[in-house]
């Protein structure tokens, strides 16, 4: 998609994405919506287990989502998983890494 596209009123709902800087949406419509769409309780909000239950959730559906949702769908799953795991990591920064994950030297 380009961006005259993202400009135009004549794109389809799947070519309008709001833009995601890491922080915030950028796309004129207010912050956490877009189409006046709720996008998900704040990851500051939720307790551990919802944080994880959460990030399960995506993760289970990343595959299909890539492959076959519409664009604004994976552009919602991408802005939700970034979020959901910067929490993640905030909370976890000294997390424990599995030695059977670490490749050998």
Partial sequence: ?????RRT???????RLPE???EQLHDGVG???VDGELLGVDPVELADE?????????????LDTLRHATDSALAHHLRRTAELET??????????VDPS???GA
């Fill in 1 to 5: 998609m380009t961006e005259s596209v």
């Fill in 31 to 33: 912050v956490g919506e």
């Fill in 9 to 15: 009123g004549d794109a389809s709902p799947e070519q």
């Fill in 50 to 62: 919802d944080l994880i239950r959460e990030m399960h959730s995506l993760h289970r559906t990343r």
């Fill in 101 to 103: 994950r670490l490749r």
């Fill in 20 to 22: 995601w800087d890491g």
């Fill in 87 to 96: 929490e993640y990591l905030a909370r976890h920064p000294g997390r424990e």
